[in-house]
């Protein structure tokens, strides 16, 4: 049964870069076919796609942080990455890892991120 895990720090300035590590477990990021993304929830908001690493190291952001994202992996440590610039206070969020196949089938249990100064 695949794990994930998030882990970064919980507070975060303004203008920094937020990085989140999402670790797994009993199953390969890059087996076939499956997506690795990034999802968040603002306080009292719905959830939020950030993006995705495919199992093949292709990805995919969300146009409205596109400029502002990197995913990357580390297959060593089947480990992926979310890079997010110059965070502002509307980035507070709970960000989970999920794992994607037809339906997000694996979560982890999310991370609280606060940007403020």
């Given at each position: 049964?695949v ?8 507070l ?9 590590t999402?670790?797994?477990?009993g ?8 997506y ?12 939020e ?17 596109e ?26 969020a709970?960000?989970?890892?999920a ?19």
């Amino acid at each position: 049964q695949v794990q994930l895990q998030e882990s970064g720090p919980g507070l975060v300035k303004p203008s920094q870069t937020l990085t989140l590590t999402c670790s797994v477990t009993g199953g390969s990021i890059t087996a076939n076919y499956y997506y690795w993304a990034w999802i968040r929830q603002p306080p009292g908001k719905g959830l939020e796609w950030i993006g995705y690493i495919r199992y093949n190291g292709l990805t995919y952001h969300s146009p409205s942080l596109e400029s502002r994202t990197s995913l990357s992996r580390d297959t060593a440590k089947n480990q992926f990455t979310l890079q997010l610039n110059a965070a502002v206070p509307e980035d507070t969020a709970i960000y989970y890892c999920a794992r994607l196949d037809r339906a997000y089938d694996s979560w982890g249990q999310g991370t609280q991120v606060t940007v403020s100064s």
